[in-house]
Each structure stands twice: as structure tokens, then as C-alpha cells.
């Protein structure tokens, strides 16, 4: 088993910049993946970010590439998301996730924590 637990959202203003945190125990987590998903009301979850359990991959979906960025600390068990120049559409529940493969949807990843809110105004 493996616990996730986000922190670091917020409210902030168009083209401000907010840092995701997710602190991860139980199993030893640098065996896995880690993801950043999020979903917006009324909308499906989608994928944000992922890092591989060295670091040395990352992935970020178009609509994030240039503005957000993933990253991971395995001697804290945490995973981060830094993100700049927010804009309404980032407003969302975001999703840490764990898994034992690097993907980009839902199913690859086991393990889940319970989302922090962004809301980003305009």
C-alpha cells in the first residue's frame, strides 16, 4: 500500500504560480511512477504530469508543457508540481498518483490521494 497526501493548493490570480506537494509512505516509493492528474467540474480527470521512480523521465501533457513542471524528492518520499503563469482553465481538483508504470492514463496508476483544489481567477 502506498498513502498519498497533496498539499499546496490554493486560490490565486491569472498569471500567479502555485506549488503542488505530495507526500507519499508505505511501500518504498521510489519503485514508483508518479503522476499529477486533475479535473475540472464537470469534466473528466485528465493527466497533467508523470515522473519516473529515478526522476529521469518526466512527461506533461501540450496544454502544461512550458508552464508546469514535475518533479520528485525520494529521500522525502514527495512528489511536486510547480506551477507558473496559471490561468482559469488550470482551476481543478489536482491528483497525486502512484504506479508501477509511466503512463498517461488513469489506469496505469494503483494508488491515489484525496486532490487539492486550484482555483486560478481571471
Known amino acids: 500500500q502506498v498513502q498519498l497526501v497533496e498539499s499546496g493548493g490554493g486560490m490565486v490570480q491569472a498569471g500567479g504560480s502555485l506549488k503542488l506537494s505530495c507526500a507519499a509512505s508505505?511501500?518504498?516509493?521510489?519503485?514508483?511512477?508518479m503522476a499529477w492528474f486533475r479535473q475540472a467540474a464537470g469534466r473528466e480527470r485528465e493527466f497533467v504530469a508523470a515522473?519516473?521512480?529515478?526522476?529521469?523521465?518526466?512527461g506533461h501533457a501540450d496544454s502544461v508543457k512550458a508552464r508546469f513542471t514535475i518533479s520528485r524528492d525520494n529521500a522525502k518520499n514527495a512528489v511536486y508540481l510547480q506551477m507558473n503563469s496559471l490561468k482559469p482553465d488550470d482551476t481543478a481538483v489536482y491528483y497525486c498518483?502512484?504506479?508501477?508504470?509511466?503512463?498517461?492514463?488513469?489506469?496505469?496508476?494503483?494508488?491515489w490521494g484525496q486532490g487539492t483544489q486550484v482555483t486560478v481567477s481571471s
Open positions: 498518483a502512484a504506479g508501477r508504470v509511466l503512463g498517461t492514463t488513469e489506469r496505469w496508476y494503483d494508488y
Open positions: 515522473i519516473s521512480g529515478t526522476g529521469g523521465t518526466t
Open positions: 508505505g511501500r518504498t516509493v521510489s519503485n514508483y511512477a
